[in-house]
């Protein structure tokens, strides 16, 4: 249909082409017609004037003015090339030579200067002019009705064209409405099933499947579907599985956990009174060894007296854990001088070290409220862990600036290191760093957890950079706006 329109536009197109070329032949043969009418009446008026006048000049207008005539009429006959105007070809034809016989009659007559011929022909002339104007009425009329009928035959084309282009864009729509419904039943459906199916695999139901008999892309496409949701299925259930296992893993280790808390907790406080009476006995054995002189068992006294301060500090950390993790590390803030007990420390620190020299600097300090018992643990267990990664002879350093809204205290010193992935993790509850050689650091892995958690108890932060083989410097801040 496509295509019979296109040969319908061109058709149409060639019609009116034919139909332009028609008329202006139409319209020069009407001008040529007027010419001819113009002609006949100047020729009687010039033979009049030349019957009364005898002037020669006349004579040469009469002859110009019939040549004129044969001319038009000959220029005429040229357009009328028409089969269904033959007949008036015809007729045309024959005026013409008829008129041409009378001109060169008339002529003929005025060159003999006879009045008697002049008049006879003049007649004669008359009478043929009457077959021409009647022959140019003939053919005036024939261009009327050929107007007419190219006119009816353009719009009858316009017409054709009209209706085939309705015909076609009907029949366009119905194909296009055929199409959508035939598409519909063989993608859009199959499609949405798809995608409610694949909806409900996304909200976990794998049980629902798709018709895959097709061999089509849909069909591949649904029979990947069911597969897919299949693997996902098992896969799910797989992993179910798992995480009941690991939830249950966790739920035992959470259990051993709390055990283990529960343990600490009730073993140093258990603990902690025979620790005390021992250390009291020892005291009370040291002085009598004093009195005595029996200095070798005073040495081992000395020794038993350490050892026991040691024990001392692993139940007291023990302690803090079990107060920590329970929520019952409290806090006592009063107003410190933050400065002195940081000088008071590191000199009680360098007092038991005599292998290491411990340097304290900084800038004046505000008095700011903070707990000083649980202060002063946080700068112990910094300087002795510096002082016990550090090389023999070498140097700690501690140094405390006053900012605007917290004081920063550092502790640098010249130990091994930490490697870079250990950073964050040192800060964690029993947790120890290993060596090059997979050798865990001496300790307990409780000493840096409590820190953190006194100062994050503050509203500070704690933090470390170091890098393996050059040392680490340990930060902590504590804010000055701390009430009381």
């Not at 006048?53 to 220029?75: F, G, M, P, R, V």
């Not at 105007?85 to 045309?92: A, K, P, Q, T």
Request: aromatic share 8%; glycine share 4%.
């Amino acid at each position: 249909m496509i295509l019979m329109l296109i040969y319908l536009l061109f058709y149409l197109s060639l019609a009116r082409d034919i139909i332009n070329t028609n008329n202006e032949r139409i319209m020069r043969v009407n001008l040529l017609t007027s010419k001819v009418y113009e002609l006949e009446k100047q020729i009687e008026v010039d033979l009049l004037s030349y019957r009364f006048n005898k002037n020669i000049s006349t004579l040469e207008l009469i002859e110009q003015h019939t040549t004129d005539i044969y001319l038009a009429l000959d220029e005429m006959d040229s357009y009328l090339q028409s089969e269904s105007g033959r007949e008036i070809r015809l007729n045309f034809i024959t005026s013409k030579e008829r008129a041409l016989d009378t001109r060169n009659d008339l002529i003929d007559a005025i060159n003999s200067n006879s009045d008697v011929e002049i008049n006879r022909n003049y007649q004669k002339w008359l009478l043929k002019s009457q077959n021409i104007n009647a022959t140019l009425q003939d053919l005036t009329n024939y261009n009327l009705n050929t107007l007419r009928r190219s006119s009816d035959v353009y719009e009858r084309a316009i017409s054709n064209v009209y209706n085939v282009a309705l015909l076609t864009m009907i029949s366009t729509l119905v194909l296009v409405v055929i199409l959508f419904f035939y598409l519909r039943n063989i993608i859009t459906i199959p499609i949405k099933r798809i995608t409610d199916v694949a909806s409900r695999i996304s909200e976990g139901h794998f049980g629902d499947k798709l018709d895959a008999a097709s061999s089509d892309e849909l069909g591949v496409l649904a029979k990947n579907l069911n597969k897919m949701a299949l693997n996902l299925q098992v896969n799910y259930h797989r992993l179910e599985r798992e995480v009941r296992q690991k939830e249950d893993a966790l739920l035992k280790g959470r259990e051993l956990e709390r055990r283990k808390d529960d343990f600490i907790s009730m073993a140093s406080h258990e603990l902690k009174t025979p620790v005390t009476s021992i250390k009291v006995f020892t005291q009370i054995l040291e002085r009598s060894s004093k009195e005595k002189g029996d200095i070798t068992a005073l040495k081992y006294l000395v020794r038993m007296g350490d050892q026991i301060d040691r024990l001392t500090n692993i139940i007291n950390e023990l302690l803090d854990v079990s107060r920590i993790q329970t929520g019952r590390l409290e806090l006592n803030l009063e107003p410190t001088s933050l400065r002195n007990l940081i000088e008071e420390t590191c000199e009680n620190i360098q007092a038991t070290v005599v292998d290491h020299k411990i340097k304290c600097y900084g800038d004046e300090l505000d008095i700011i409220n903070i707990d000083k018992y649980r202060t002063g643990q946080v700068l112990v267990n910094l300087l002795t862990n510096a002082v016990k990664y550090s090389p023999s002879g070498g140097e700690v350093e501690m140094e405390y600036k006053n900012r605007p809204d917290d004081v920063l205290v550092s502790v640098r010193d010249q130990g091994i290191g930490i490697p870079e992935e250990y950073h964050d993790r040192i800060f964690e509850r029993f947790y120890r760093v290993y060596d090059k050689n997979e050798k865990t650091f001496p300790g307990l892995g409780m000493g840096l957890y409590i820190s953190s958690e006194i100062i994050k108890k503050h509203g500070g932060r704690i933090w470390v950079e170091s890098k393996e083989g050059e040392g680490s410097t340990f930060y902590f801040t504590l804010p000055k706006n701390n009430v009381g």
